[in-house]
């Protein structure tokens, strides 16, 4: 019972930092929509906790204990969002060299302008 209520509170405070990092405009709109389906989604899931519904929800993953359900699930999420963040980290880095490399050469252009 402790721990339903305990993660009730968990999920509903990481909701409230959700909204309140949308509302402040820290997240763009693709990370928004991402984590506010995921502080959404804990919601969800420390409401059906006390039900009794991850029982029937394990056992049909082929899970043994139930809490370990979680675990495995946030654990491919954690997976995916690192691969997610690393493709991103990669387009801009790329973009960024790029944009070096064109003011380097927007650069060597105007001196070489002022010099002649």
Avoid: H
């Amino acid at each position: 019972m402790k721990a339903d209520l305990l993660a009730a509170a968990i999920s509903l405070i990481f909701l409230t930092v959700t909204i309140r990092a949308i509302r402040k405009r820290q997240l763009t709109e693709l990370m928004a929509i991402l984590w506010l389906s995921v502080s959404i989604g804990t919601v969800i899931l420390s409401a059906l906790l006390p039900l009794g519904t991850f029982n029937s929800l394990s056992r049909f993953f082929g899970i043994a204990y139930p809490p370990a359900m979680i675990l495995v699930f946030g654990m491919a999420f954690v997976i995916l969002f690192t691969f997610r963040l690393s493709v991103s980290l990669s387009r801009l880095s790329a973009r960024q060299k790029i944009l070096v490399q064109e003011l380097a050469l927007m650069r060597a252009q105007a001196e070489s302008e002022r010099t002649e």
